[in-house]
């Protein structure tokens, strides 16, 4: 199995075998101590149009597919 995934939430599923999932980091802000959630999006290669908004996916980095998409699905994790 390949080491380097992301898990993230799908957001959009409207283009043709594409999905856009959005992937959140909490860190702690280094001098106030406040959790802070960032949130970046990815768009990764859905070869079947599986996934749905809403699915929790485990997405890898790929080869350039496209202009903005460099990630592709390895497996839905939960289904809505």
């Known amino acids: 199995m390949y080491k380097k995934y992301t898990i993230g939430t799908v957001i959009s599923n409207k283009m043709n075998k594409t999905i856009t999932v959005a992937v959140k980091n909490k860190a702690q802000h280094l001098r106030y101590k406040k959790i802070i959630t960032k949130t970046n999006k ?3 290669h859905d070869e079947h149009n599986q996934c749905y908004i809403g699915d929790i996916v485990k997405i890898r980095p790929y080869r ?3 202009k903005k998409k460099r990630w592709i699905l390895i497996e839905r ?3 809505k």
Do not use: K
Request: aromatic share 22%; net charge negative; proline share 11%.
């Open 77 to 79: 994790i939960i289904e």
């Open 42 to 44: 990815y768009y990764a």
């Open 64 to 66: 350039p597919l496209s």
